[in-house]
């Protein structure tokens, strides 16, 4: 496994090295352990293997003051047996979890027939990532049998229209689904069978196909590139919106509107000599972690990004919902003090 010099603990941090003008530091050693690993065979709900199934090892970790289940940066593939290894990890507690690629989407629907497919699974043989059992890997150690079967579920269709503020079809603005209520499932973007977003049509319609039953937030964002003159652009007219969905059937004739959202503005203020070079941006992030309704735009030249300019000034539009606001980029030797509105001290805290 990966260490850092005086590393003493897994996934924490390491001891920094000072080093004077012409010092020769010595004694630098790093002991490095082999790391433990976590084998079993994926199987369908008749105990048959199943090929190409991605299954990955998770962990708990705090992201934005909330807890999370985030990917441990391993992942494998079954083979024509159905088995799987995992190599390379941390001694820890992790939650196992194995999904259909991408590129295997269940058969072809029509009205006569429902589609069906496997949800993601976590072990041992649960769909509800709050009943999963975690497994404990020591130093070294190699965990066999770690095996499970996919829950299979009928698939649901979502369909319906997205308007804007003005009563106009939202053409070319895309629909995407997340796990809403995960018991800590962290940023995770839906992956339903390949079909994880779709584009709204010129008249307005989207479908989405292939999503497994359960809680899920629908966003729909709208991209600079589909609106032609970005010069011209009264940049608050991107619109976007968030609608949370509880799926057990196919759900028609939703209908979506969406909004441009509002600005945040203000200044930076540096205490004493401010550096020459301005390098800091402002960014909003939501609390949980979690994708913003707009993740893809607040970087965006359309949005200004929140770049901060010469005299201060900056600017971020398009925000909604509770949002932790600070920096990126701070120069050396520099930290953030604090953010304040209207006087209150908001640095540690959402702001909705």
């Given at each position: 496994?990966?260490?850092?010099?005086?590393?003493?603990?897994?996934?924490?941090?390491?001891?920094?090295?000072?080093?004077?003008?012409?010092?020769?530091?010595?004694?630098?050693?790093?002991?490095?352990?082999?790391?433990?690993?976590?084998?079993?065979?994926?199987?369908?709900?008749?105990?048959?293997?199943?090929?190409?199934?991605?299954?990955?090892?998770?962990?708990?970790?705090?992201?934005?003051?909330?807890?999370?289940?985030?990917?441990?940066?391993?992942?494998?593939?079954?083979?024509?047996?159905?088995?799987?290894?995992?190599?390379?990890?941390?001694?820890?507690?992790?939650?196992?979890?194995?999904?259909?690629?991408?590129?295997?989407?269940?058969?072809?629907?029509?009205?006569?027939?429902?589609?069906?497919?496997?949800?993601?699974?976590?072990?041992?043989?649960?769909?509800d990532v709050g009943q999963a059992q975690p497994v404990t890997a020591t130093l070294g150690q190699e965990l066999s049998s770690v095996g499970f079967a996919l829950v299979p579920a009928r698939l649901s269709r979502?369909?319906?229209?997205?308007?804007?503020?003005?009563?106009?079809?939202?053409?070319?603005?895309?629909?995407?689904?997340?796990?809403?209520?995960?018991?800590?499932?962290?940023?995770?973007?839906?992956?339903?069978?390949?079909?994880?977003?779709?584009?709204?049509?010129?008249?307005?319609?989207?479908?989405?196909?292939?999503?497994?039953?359960?809680?899920?937030?629908?966003?729909?964002?709208?991209?600079?590139?589909?609106?032609?003159?970005?010069?011209?652009?009264?940049?608050?007219?991107?619109?976007?919106?968030?609608?949370?969905?509880?799926?057990?059937?196919?759900?028609?004739?939703?209908?979506?509107?969406?909004?441009?959202?509002?600005?945040?503005?203000?200044?930076?203020?540096?205490?004493?000599?401010?550096?020459?070079?301005?390098?800091?941006?402002?960014?909003?992030?939501?609390?949980?972690?979690?994708?913003?309704?707009?993740?893809?735009?607040?970087?965006?030249?359309?949005?200004?990004?929140?770049?901060?300019?010469?005299?201060?000034?900056?600017?971020?539009?398009?925000?909604?919902?509770?949002?932790?606001?600070?920096?990126?980029?701070?120069?050396?030797?520099?930290?953030?003090?604090?953010?304040?509105?209207?006087?209150?001290?908001?640095?540690?805290?959402?702001?909705?």
């Amino acid at each position: 496994v990966s260490l850092e010099y005086g590393q003493a603990r897994p996934f924490e941090a390491g001891k920094p090295i000072d080093i004077t003008a012409g010092q020769a530091l010595e004694k630098v050693d790093f002991s490095l352990p082999r790391g433990s690993a976590i084998t079993g065979r994926i199987t369908d709900e008749f105990g048959d293997p199943i090929t190409e199934v991605q299954v990955e090892a998770l962990r708990y970790q705090y992201v934005n003051g909330a807890r999370q289940l985030v990917n441990a940066g391993r992942s494998a593939q079954t083979d024509d047996l159905g088995a799987y290894r995992i190599f390379g990890l941390m001694p820890g507690d992790y939650i196992v979890r194995a999904s259909m690629r991408p590129n295997m989407p269940p058969g072809p629907r029509n009205a006569d027939t429902e589609s069906t497919g496997y949800p993601g699974t976590y072990y041992p043989g649960v769909t509800d990532v709050g009943q999963a059992q975690p497994v404990t890997a020591t130093l070294g150690q190699e965990l066999s049998s770690v095996g499970f079967a996919l829950v299979p579920a009928r698939l649901s269709r979502i369909s319906g229209t997205v308007m804007g503020s003005g009563g106009q079809p939202l053409a070319g603005a895309m629909v995407m689904i997340r796990a809403r209520g995960s018991n800590g499932l962290g940023p995770f973007r839906m992956n339903i069978m390949g079909n994880g977003g779709g584009q709204v049509r010129p008249d307005g319609t989207f479908q989405l196909n292939n999503v497994p039953p359960g809680e899920y937030v629908l966003d729909v964002q709208q991209r600079p590139q589909n609106i032609r003159n970005l010069q011209d652009l009264n940049l608050s007219q991107l619109e976007f919106a968030s609608m949370p969905v509880s799926v057990s059937a196919d759900i028609d004739n939703l209908t979506i509107v969406t909004s441009p959202g509002v600005t945040v503005s203000g200044r930076i203020a540096y205490q004493g000599q401010a550096p020459q070079k301005q390098t800091v941006q402002v960014v909003a992030v939501p609390p949980a972690g979690g994708p913003s309704p707009i993740g893809m735009l607040l970087n965006s030249k359309a949005l200004g990004g929140g770049r901060v300019s010469q005299d201060g000034t900056f600017e971020l539009r398009g925000i909604a919902g509770p949002q932790i606001i600070g920096v990126q980029g701070m120069p050396a030797g520099w930290a953030l003090k604090s953010v304040t509105i209207d006087g209150v001290d908001i640095t540690d805290n959402p702001y909705d």
